[in-house]
């Protein structure tokens, strides 16, 4: 929900909203009418891709189904795991049809979205040719905003209660609060958060840091070469997020196998920098678009060269944009399950592996550390993308219209 939020205030900016608004309330029409007549039919097509990219993740998600439903019957990821992951080879054959019926029903669950888009746009067009004012809208929203915010809430005052039970000693039902606190947790030898931890950062670092010098030479090269991105481009930077993971992150673990790669920490990079990659990439290409062209038109006007332009124009003046790239990078690369357990062979432990392993345990403590640290070192990426740049910024003043300089 967070993702398709960011998506959607993104395709706002690129709508005249507030002067769609206006002409809607000026012909009779309610907020909640414009906005479901006016302005999310206009939405809707530039969100269509992210909403298949998070219906693909739902259809597909292991870790998440592992920790709320570990009982049976598994879904059919986690059930692809488990033949996938057991010692019989025979078993291989199995799985490998049962990806395959994995990644059919995702198609097939794009193609029912594709109908109900085209029924929609009918009856859509149907709707605002009758031209009635219809009912108000606003109840409706305003019970949607109550439930998003209700769902937030939620997932806050999970992480809290995972951050209590990392520090609780002796919590007996049906207290509210522990009876006694302690930081044996965190601070036992056995623990092991540490090793993970180190591992989950050496891996976001370097996969996003990789991943944004990609994205950024994709862009300047669109630029200089003066050309849009192509459909086929598009679509093979959204390929990875389309296609159940666990379809298809098995073969690439033999193909490593083969290669002498498999169980490597250049493995694992090498697969979170499949789901990385789009991400930075939708971050960045729509800022990196809006970027003003008159600036680094004013700096080859000076004198300067294509590289300098990039690196003293451009990238300072997108360092908001850049920062929020990698913020979400580093979130998407935190939360990386299937791809450490294929292509790191087990050997690889990182916070979100070790999460979900213990997360079937019974000492609640340890899963709290872990989970935190899980949840935390992303907030603590988008805290630091957030006050770099009003650190850096902090002496600038926008000047008002006749003010001196």
């Given amino acids: 929900m967070p993702f398709l939020l960011l998506v959607i205030l993104s395709a706002l900016s690129q709508i005249p ?17 414009v906005w479901i007549k006016v302005i999310m039919p206009q939405v809707w097509p530039l969100i269509r891709l992210p909403v298949m990219v998070v219906l693909a993740y739902s259809l597909s998600v292991v870790d998440m189904a592992l920790i709320l439903g570990p009982s049976n019957p598994p879904t059919l990821a986690v059930l692809l795991l488990r033949l996938f992951s057991a010692p019989d080879i025979a078993l291989l054959m199995p799985a490998s049809a049962g990806a395959l019926v994995q990644a059919a029903l995702v198609a097939l669950a794009f193609g029912l979205l594709l109908a109900l888009d085209r029924a929609g746009r009918a009856v859509g067009r149907w709707w605002v040719r009758r031209g009635g004012r219809g009912l108000s809208a606003e109840p409706g929203l305003w019970l949607a905003t109550a439930l998003s915010g209700l769902l937030f809430a939620a997932g806050a005052l999970a992480m809290l209660s995972l951050l ?19 930081l044996k947790a965190w601070t036992a030898p056995g623990s092991g958060w540490a090793a993970a ?55 690439l673990n033999v193909l490593f196998l083969r ?10 990079i090498w697969a979170h920098a499949l789901f990385v990659f789009p991400y930075v990439m939708i971050a960045l290409s729509d800022p990196w678009r809006s970027l003003d062209p008159r600036l680094p038109r004013a700096a080859a006007s000076l004198g300067a060269g294509p590289w300098k332009r990039l690196f003293t124009v451009k990238l300072p003046v997108l360092l908001t944009p850049l920062l929020t790239a990698t913020a979400i990078g580093v979130a ?40 935190t640290l899980q949840a935390g ?25 006749g003010a001196a300089t």
Avoid: K
């Fill in 332 to 371: 998407v690369s935190v939360a990386q399950y299937l791809p450490t357990l294929f292509m790191g062979a087990g050997r690889v432990a990182t916070l979100t592996t070790e999460a979900v392993t213990l997360s079937a345990s019974s000492d609640r403590r340890i899963t709290g550390v872990y989970a």
């Fill in 164 to 182: 209590v039970w990392s520090l609780a000693w002796r919590w007996p039902w049906p207290g509210l609060l522990p009876e006694s606190w302690s």
């Fill in 259 to 268: 290669l002498g790669l498999s169980g490597g920490y250049l493995a694992v």
């Fill in 377 to 401: 070192l992303p907030f603590a990426v988008y805290g630091a993308a957030f006050l770099i740049p009003a650190l850096l910024h902090r002496n600038r003043r926008d000047l008002l219209p």
């Fill in 17 to 33: 909203v507030r002067r769609h608004l206006a002409v809607g309330r000026s012909l009779g029409y309610g907020r909640g009418i």
């Fill in 197 to 251: 931890l180190g591992n989950t950062l050496l891996l976001a670092a370097a996969t996003t840091g990789l991943c944004l010098v990609l994205a950024i030479a994709w862009l300047e090269g669109e630029d200089r070469a003066r050309r849009g991105r192509a459909g086929w481009a598009e679509a093979l930077v959204y390929l990875p997020l389309l296609v159940p993971q666990i379809g298809f992150l098995f073969g």
